[in-house]
């Protein structure tokens, strides 16, 4: 399903911690602020709801996010505050004995998708299972793909949404700084430069709307980078907030802008899979 019309689009750069009743006091007060501004989606960062983890390498299974299952009542808030407005965010989802870094995309009216991170870092594997695909689905604002942190590292992801019919994709991250070559401005670190290749490339490959949040502030010795932004499907940032708290709108005509990119250049309908082996 194509949204028809221009779109108002919201990337949310904020901090979330292990206090749930906090971080859903943030997130109602940024999607009102969003509403205000007349935003029709809003992406909130990875782990909205508990924080991400404090130490990627050897997570402390004592100390994980807590675990929320999907009728949970911080979850079902969400999506009552979320009302007409179309909302992504991100938690700890409890399923069985697993635990999974998810994402959930909702109105009022309920859940419209959901995915699991599938490709995890370093130590990630400690704490959540891993998730096992990418699917689009229909929203009122147009088809949206998700994708979790480390999976927009890798092409295929973000391709895979785009041939399932993604116009746009849902970025939601905890990217932290480098934790390996920590740089003494962040400006000048490896893993910022890369947020911002990544965000842009997965958007001008695809030809599509990219809206990419990310976590501030720090925790435990995790240091978010922020730079929540929207690109457009020619790989141009639309809006931005650098590194500081805050929401990055953007509005355009999501199905005419992707028409314009493939106008000449038709980057899905011209691959080759048969020759990619």
């Known amino acids: 399903m194509s949204a028809t019309g221009t779109v108002r689009i919201g990337a949310v750069a904020a901090n979330f911690g292990r206090d749930l009743d906090f971080d859903l006091q943030r997130v109602a007060t ?15 960062p990875d782990a909205a709801l508990g924080g991400y983890l404090a130490d990627l390498r050897h997570p ?12 949970d009542v911080h979850v079902r ?34 859940v419209l998708g959901s995915h ?23 929203t009122p604002v147009g088809r949206i793909g998700m994708l979790i942190d480390y999976d927009k590292t890798f092409p295929e992801s973000a391709r895979a949404l785009a041939v399932d019919g993604a116009e746009i994709i ?21 893993q910022s430069r890369l947020f911002d290749l990544y965000d842009q490339a997965r958007a001008a490959e695809n030809q599509v709307v990219l809206a990419s949040s990310n976590q501030t502030g720090a925790l435990g010795g995790m240091r978010f980078l922020g ?12 809006a931005r907030t650098w590194s500081k708290a805050g929401i990055a709108i953007a509005e355009l005509d999501v199905a005419a802008e992707i028409a314009t990119a493939r106008r000449v250049l038709n980057h899905l309908t011209e691959r080759k899979p048969e020759a990619y082996g």
């Open 60 to 71: 402390d299974p004592e100390s994980l996010p807590p675990a929320l299952p999907l009728d």
């Open 116 to 138: 699991r991170k599938v490709h995890q870092p370093a130590g990630e594997s400690i704490a959540y299972a891993p998730g096992t695909g990418f699917r689009a689905f229909d």
């Open 227 to 238: 730079q929540a932004k929207v690109v457009g499907p020619g790989g141009d940032i639309l």
């Open 77 to 110: 808030k969400v999506a009552a505050f979320a009302a007409e407005m179309v909302v992504c965010f991100g938690f700890c989802e409890a399923d069985g004995d697993k635990r999974y870094n998810s994402a959930l995309c909702v109105t009022g009216d309920g």
């Open 170 to 190: 849902a970025a939601l991250s905890a990217w932290p700084t480098s934790i390996t070559n920590r740089a003494p401005r962040m400006a000048q670190d490896r």
């Open 30 to 44: 940024l999607i009102e602020h969003a509403r205000r501004d007349g935003a029709a989606l809003l992406v909130l």
